[in-house]
Nanobody, 125 residues
């Protein structure tokens, strides 16, 4: 089983940057593909970004492409989400998720078995 703990959220002005981190427990982090999702108040949770086990593949939601970058450090059991040029509509609780499934639909919540509690990101205008 994997436990995930996010950090790095906060309040930032529009145009600013934040870097989220998600630390995973266990010794098999490199066997998990990782994703970031977010949920704004009154809205359903949505896909943000995904990274494969060896960082060889990354995927992004159209709404964040070119502004957000997902990366991972398997030696530190950590996945990152660098968020630049933040907009008020990026305000949400951001959660990381892990999957060891062979077949992964990277944008589907159902592909991920483990979830963190989330970290709040608030972007002021």
């Amino acid at each position: 089983q994997v436990q995930l703990v996010e950090s790095g959220g906060g309040l930032v002005q529009a145009g600013g940057s934040l870097r989220l981190s998600c630390v995973a427990s266990g010794r098999t982090f490199s066997s998990y593909a990782m994703g970031w999702f977010r949920q704004a108040p009154g809205k359903e949770r949505e896909f943000v970004a995904h990274i494969g086990r060896s960082s060889s593949s990354t995927y992004y939601a159209d709404s964040v492409k070119g502004r957000f970058t997902i990366s991972r450090d398997n030696a530190k059991n950590t996945v990152y989400l660098q968020m630049n040029s933040l907009k008020p509509e990026d305000t949400a609780v951001y959660s990381c998720a892990a999957t060891n499934s062979v077949f992964v639909i990277h944008a589907s919540e159902r592909s991920y078995q483990y979830w963190g509690q989330g970290t709040q990101v608030t972007v002021s205008s």
